[in-house]
Every structure is written in structure tokens, then in C-alpha cells.
């Protein structure tokens, strides 16, 4: 069958309305069924043990100071740590147990026979697995004795410091904000240990697995992980009946048009828009050398190779790991995001032959601006987790301290304006596109897709230190996922497909269709898909059937669009002049990557009955990296290739090194995850369902032989990493030199690439 492009169109509008009708309802349902902070916790003999205010606090505190890039809440942050909720749970749980065993017997816990052990854990669970109806909260003298225990400990490893941890002196500020911190993950504890009004299982649907307390995969995960796999052989069926079905043209090789580049002018505006890649090539490689320095703190939790003793440097103190993990996440972004940003610029010329006045002038003004807020973001990140911000300048310009939104929020709204200033700079680029096109062109998409992805990053101003943290956790996931899954897949799809155009390879109108229809499959599934990460964090139980269907329909397009893109470089190497091989060579890795990454990995773990027990451990860690860079970094990577090739006469042209650095990157990913990454989440799998969830995110599981061995192991991939990413920006450095110069005012007809765009088909 053949679609129309307005058919789709429809489609897609209809999607988005589903989409926003959705999340809408969760939006509101995050509000509704959050789980609530009481006024006050209250000892046996009603005395205050901690109060909603104390709770609140600690949340400041938790973001202030980074923890969520040390270790993790509710499963979501990093993984050097441990997950607060489930070892304030654990402590809980050993605690209580040494109170009972003190009380009734004046002896230890693990002294007492198996059989008095069995009646002090059923005392236990019996005061943890309760339901809560409003009003304080009652505890029981095991509890108010645990409560202050807790407490006790959390001053001792977050303020005083715990370099066995990896935990730098005064990381809390105070003894007492140290004792309101614990206060904040006691009660993310509670919620996930006691039931919902009328409910029988806790509002994290009973995570973190911990049997002392009652905690305990539910029916619904298994039974959905079980519909979830059907509907993985359902929808891929539909998937090959679909694709089949569909009537799509493929690139070809044949006969196509490529432009001596001697004839080919560079505008003003495209050799600005070059600037942003030696940029984002900066950030790259700070990114992966903090990136290298992460994965050693987990052999060494206080020094770097004996630097301390050598030079005298606390390199705990002065660079921590919440610190580098904050730099080393947002760095990963930006560079990212950056190229993109260049690539969106450097387009519209070659699709037009069009050069708006003063363009050029105004993109440098874009990169100076992206420069301006990506340093003063950093700076920002580093003085407020260092404590110099007072007030609420910590998170309106230092450091959020939430994971993937840490700058503070004046500088995420400088984020914000970089979209919508590159929105007015693609429109003016591509107008003549847009007058002529209909509302679902090429051009339009570009901009739908760009729109989007300034759309939801406002749902980053949703929250503020004083929300509650499933609400926060809520809008949070809107940014990280649905730019990941949703309209920043979109975005590429778009970009891409301009890109096949302007090298001649398939017609507009080709082109639009199959864009739309690919977008059409990434936005059907991918934004509802964000619901996956609402199981465990508060949120109501319906998300779990939600996140279960749209998790499982994810892979269909990644399945396509790994399938395109292997055709597409088959095409392309079957015509042996072919001259952009190199920049096919980066998309087909994209697609592989995006598939084993964010498809296969991202299915396994996103299984309910998996995720469980999955949920924050290094799996979840191999599955960001393969699809994160190994996705939409190579995409980025490829681009570039592309935009200097066309900026570069053909007989300066050198593509080794980057060729070089291409294969230097697949080989370090591949055994960064799947010689360390993956092994290590395989065992810590096998330790949480052997033991519980936090002992699988110890220090005492990190320090076995064999996850140390397997930390050491990591280190050839990341050596290949840092090496591929120097020889990539020694290569920038070495082209920017044979640059060729730009066009006083270059026509159309020196444009030869635009003849896909500019003749009717």
C-alpha cells in the first residue's frame, strides 16, 4: 500500500494529541497520588522524632550537595553509593532487629538462636508492612531507637566524611543537615515499605526488594512482564507486515549528482555554524576523561594512581565523584547537543542556497551564548556543591543537583533560549523551503522536531527544592526520556533525512514520507514509553501496564531505523565513486548501537519482573552508555564527518584519522560494555536476587575480587575511548587549517546539492 504524505501527517498530529492527553492525566494523577509528607513522626509516647519540615530540608540538602551523583534515591542517580532508600530501609531493618534482640533477650541479633532470630523478624516486618490513613506518623520503639540510629550514621559517613565510601569530608555542610538528609531517605523508606490507603502493597510497589520488610516483587510486575514479551512477538510481526506494506523509496548510489566541490561556494552562515564542532569537541573530551577518572574511584574510592602521597592533592576533596559525575553527565549532553545545534545551522544552505543577512553573525552569537552559559553552568555546579552560594542561589545558579538537570535554573533557561534563538536561525535559513512546502514538509519537521525539544525541557521549571520528590521525579523523566525517545529521535530522523537530500539521494517528497512514518513510530511509543521509570518512585500503579506495553513497542522503530540505515550503506557502497562513505559508516553505527543499546538492553532491563530487581545497578549503566553515545553520539560524530567534508577541497581531503578514531570508539565501547559494564550488572543482579537490593549496591558487594577485577577490566575500553576522542580533536585541529573560504554571495546554482530540494518531484 501506498501512504500520503498527508495521511501521515494526520497520523502523527493524532499521536501527539494522545501523547499530551496522556501525560496530561499523569501530570495531574503525579499531584494526586504522591505519597504524602507527614506533619510529623511521632515516638510511642508521642514525643517528635522528625517533622515534615525536617524532610523537606533534607531534600535540599540531597540536592544542594550532589548526593544524587554519589548515590541514587528510589534507584534513580548514580551507582558509586548506595541507594539511599533502600540502605536507610536496611539499616532500619538491622536496627530494629538489634533493638528487639537487646529488650527481649540482652543479647546481639546474630547470637541468638535461629529460631528466637525468626520471632524478632516477624516483630520486624509486622511494625514495617502497616498501612497509612493520614495524620503523623506512629512509630514503634524500634522504630524511634532505628530512626535515631540511622541518623547517627548518616552524620558520621556524609559529614565527617568516609574516604572507604568515596565520601569527602563535610559533603553536608552540618551535623544537623546531615541528621535532616536521613530524615529525607528514612522517608523514602517508609513509603516503600507501608501499603496505600485501602492498597495492599507500598506506594513503590514494594521496592527495593527487601524480604525483612515485607518488600517483595507484586503480581502485576510478573504478570505484565509476561505481556510485555507477547507483545514483543506481536509487534514484531506487525512491525515486518508494516514494513513491507508501506511503500518507502530507498537511497540509491545510481546515477546520482554529486557537485564538484570546486563548484561548490560555503556561505558565511555555514562556516560560523563549523565553529560549534572544535566547541562541542572540547567538551567531548573533558567528558571522557572525567569519564575515565569515574570508573577508577571504583578501585580507588580516595586517590588516583597514589597522586595524593605524590603531590600532595586530596583529589577526594577537590574533585569527588559527585562532582566529576555531575561535569562528566552534563558534559555528555552539551557536546552532543552542541554538534547538533551546528548541524541544524550548517543545513539550510545546502537545501536552499539561501544565506539570511548578518546569519553568519548571529550564529556566532548563538555558539558565544552556548559558550557563556556551558561555563558559567560548570563554575555554577562547582561553587554550589562546594557550599558558596547561600539562599536560593544554590539552585537558581549553582548546582540543582538533580541527575541530567543539575545547573541551576537561571542557566537551564539559558539552555531554553539557545533553542528557541536556533529555532528563529533555522527558520530564517530555511524560509524559501518553508513558503513553498506544505505544513508536514521536510523543512516544517525540522522545526516540529526542534520545537518540541524546547516544549518539554520547560517541564524542567515544573519543580523547585520544596517539591515533593515523586512530583519532581515525574516532570524530571519528562525532560531525560521523552528528549531521548521522543523528540530528540524525531529531531535526528529529520536532520538525517535532510541530509540524504541534499546529497541527491532521495527526492523531498521521498523523503517526508518516510521521515514522517519513522516519527510516527518513535513518538507513538517513545513518550508514553517514559512511564516505565514511574513504577518504583510513588506514582500511581496504573503506569505499570502503561510502561509495560510502550517499553515493550520501543524497539519496533529502532528495528527500522537500524534496518534503513544498513540499507541505506549498502546502497551507498555499491557505487564505488561514492564520496560519503565515512559520514554512512557513522549512521550505520548509530543504528547498531541504538539497537543493541536503547533496543535489546533497554528491553531486557525495562521488563517489570527484570526492573525490579534490575533497577539501579550497572546494567541500567551499560544500557545509558551504548545508547547514549553510542546512539546519538555516533550520529552527532557522523554529521561532523559530513560538514567538513563538504567544507574541505577534495584534494585536502584526509579522512584517516577519523576514520582512526571511528574504529578506536567502537572497540572501546564494545568492551567497555560488554567486558566489564554488563558482567558486573549480571552479578549484581544475582546478588540482589540472592540477598536484597541493598546489598547489591554496597560497599561490601563493590569490594569483591571479581567486580574488582572487572573494574580494572574496563580500563582498555576507556583507554580506547579517550583515545579515539583525542585523535578526533587533533583532527579538527589539523582541518581547520585547510578550511576552504567562504563566498562573498554564493547563488543557488554554486549550491549543486539543493537540485533534490529546489526541483519539483
Not at 389 to 416: M, P
Not at 667 to 676: N, T, W
Request: avoid cysteine; glycine fraction near 10%; hydrophobic fraction near 50%.
Amino acid at each position: 500500500m501506498e501512504l500520503q504524505r498527508a495521511t501521515i501527517a494526520k497520523a502523527l498530529a493524532a499521536v501527539f494529541v494522545v501523547n499530551l492527553v496522556v501525560m496530561g492525566a499523569g501530570a495531574w494523577l503525579a499531584y494526586e497520588e504522591a505519597p504524602p509528607i507527614p506533619e510529623r513522626i511521632v515516638g510511642p509516647d508521642g514525643e517528635t522524632i522528625a517533622t515534615g519540615a525536617d524532610v523537606q530540608t533534607g531534600k535540599e540538602s540531597f540536592q544542594r550537595d550532589a548526593l544524587m551523583n554519589h548515590g541514587s534515591i528510589l534507584g534513580n542517580g548514580a551507582y558509586f553509593g548506595q541507594d539511599y532508600t533502600a540502605d536507610t530501609l536496611d539499616l532500619k531493618v538491622e536496627n530494629m532487629r538489634a533493638y528487639y534482640a537487646e529488650q527481649r533477650h540482652g543479647s546481639d541479633y546474630g547470637a541468638l538462636s535461629a529460631e528466637r532470630q525468626a520471632a524478632i523478624d516477624t516483630a520486624v516486618q509486622s511494625d514495617l508492612d502497616r498501612q497509612y490513613d493520614g495524620g503523623p506518623v506512629e512509630y514503634t520503639a524500634a522504630e524511634a531507637y532505628a530512626h535515631e540510629q540511622v541518623r547517627q550514621t548518616y552524620v558520621e559517613r556524609y559529614h565527617e566524611g568516609d574516604a572507604e565510601r568515596g565520601v569527602p569530608v563535610d559533603m553536608i555542610d552540618s551535623e544537623a543537615e546531615a541528621q535532616q538528609f536521613a530524615d529525607f531517605a528514612l522517608w523514602t523508606a517508609w513509603f516503600s515499605h507501608v501499603d496505600r490507603p485501602e492498597g495492599d502493597h507500598s506506594y513503590t510497589n514494594d521496592w527495593p526488594y527487601q524480604p525483612a520488610a515485607g518488600n517483595d516483587a507484586t503480581a502485576a510486575a510478573m504478570t505484565w512482564s509476561v505481556i510485555a514479551m507477547v507483545l514483543l512477538v506481536a509487534g514484531a510481526g506487525a512491525g515486518v507486515w508494516l514494513y513491507k506494506s508501506v511503500e518507502l523509496p530507498e537511497p540509491s548510489g545510481e546515477g546520482v549528482s554529486i557537485p564538484d566541490p570546486e563548484d561548490v561556494q560555503i556561505f558565511p552562515s555555514q562556516r560560523a555554524a563549523l565553529r560549534f564542532i572544535p566547541v562541542a569537541a572540547g567538551l567531548f573530551l573533558a567528558q571522557v576523561l572525567l569519564g575515565g577518572l569515574l570508573a577508577h574511584y571504583y578501585v580507588e574510592r580516595a586517590s588516583f594512581f597514589g597522586l595524593e602521597e605524590l603531590i600532595g592533592v586530596n583529589v577526594l576533596q577537590w574533585a569527588p565523584f559527585a562532582l566529576a559525575k555531575t561535569w562528566h553527565i552534563d558534559l555528555g549532553v552539551l557536546w552532543i547537543a552542541a554538534t547538533w545545534l551546528g548541524a541544524g545551522l550548517f543545513l539550510p544552505p545546502l537545501l536552499t542556497g539561501h544565506e539570511p543577512k548578518r546569519q553568519s553573525t548571529y550564529v556566532n552569537g548563538l555558539l558565544g551564548a552556548l559558550v557563556f552559559v556551558t561555563v558559567g553552568g560548570m563554575v555554577g555546579i562547582w561553587l554550589g556543591a562546594q557550599g558558596y552560594l547561600d539562599g536560593a542561589l544554590w539552585w537558581l545558579v549553582g548546582n540543582e543537583g538533580l541527575e541530567y538537570l543539575e545547573v541551576g535554573k537561571v542557566w537551564q533557561f539559558g539552555i531554553l533560549a539557545g533553542f528557541l534563538i536556533w529555532a528563529v536561525l533555522s527558520i530564517r535559513g530555511l524560509k524559501p523551503l518553508l513558503d513553498r512546502e506544505p505544513p508536514y514538509g521536510l523543512a516544517h519537521m525540522i522545526l516540529y522536531a526542534g520545537g518540541s525539544i524546547a516544549l518539554l525541557f520547560t517541564a524542567g521549571f515544573m519543580f523547585t527544592p520544596e517539591t515533593n520528590l515523586a512530583v519532581t521525579e515525574f516532570w524530571r523523566w519528562w525532560v531525560v526520556h521523552m528528549w531521548v525517545e521522543g523528540a530528540f529521535e524525531f529531531f535526528i530522523v529529520a536532520i538525517v533525512g535532510l541530509t540524504l537530500v541534499s546529497m541527491n539521494l532521495l527526492k523531498r517528497r521521498s523523503a517526508e514520507k518516510a521521515v514522517m512514518l519513522q516519527a510516527l513510530l518513535v513518538m507513538g511509543t517513545g513518550v508514553i514509553g517514559v512511564s516505565h521509570h514511574y513504577w518504583w518512585i510513588g506514582m500511581p500503579d496504573m503506569w505499570i501496564p502503561i510502561g509495560s506495553v510502550f517499553s515493550t513497542l520501543e524497539l519496533i522503530p529502532l528495528v527500522f531505523i537500524l534496518y534503513e540505515a544498513l540499507g541505506q550503506y549498502s546502497a551507498m557502497t555499491e557505487s564505488g565513486d561514492f564520496p560519503y562513505k565515512l559520514p554512512f559508516m557513522f549512521i550505520v553505527a548509530s543504528g547498531v548501537w541504538n539497537f543493541v543499546g536503547a533496543g535489546v538492553l533497554g528491553f531486557f532491563i525495562n521488563l517489570p519482573i527484570i526492573n525490579y530487581y534490575e533497577h539501579g545497578t550497572y546494567l541500567t549503566v551499560g544500557h545509558a552508555h551504548a545508547a547514549m553515545f553510542g546512539a546519538f553520539g555516533f550520529l552527532a560524530l557522523g554529521m561532523v564527518t559530513y560538514m567538513l567534508q563538504l567544507s574541505i577541497d577534495p584534494d585536502r581531503w584526509d579522512g584517516s584519522w577519523l576514520r582512526g578514531a571511528f574504529w578506536l570508539w567502537n572497540v572501546g565501547l564494545a568492551l567497555m560494555v560488554f567486558v566489564s559494564l554488563l558482567p558486573v550488572g549480571f552479578l549484581q543482579l544475582e546478588a540482589v536476587f540472592t540477598q536484597n537490593y541493598a546489598f547489591g549496591r554496597s560497599l561490601e558487594f563493590y569490594s569483591q575480587p571479581i567486580i574488582q577485577d572487572l573494574f580494572w577490566a574496563r580500563m582498555p575500553g576507556d583507554t580506547l575511548l579517550i583515545l579515539g576522542t583525542v585523535l578526533y580533536a587533533a583532527d579538527l585541529v589539523r582541518k581547520r587549517f585547510v578550511l576552504r573560504r567562504t563566498a562573498d554571495d554564493p547563488s543557488p546554482e554554486d549550491m549543486a546539492v539543493a537540485e533534490g530540494v529546489l526541483s519539483d518531484d
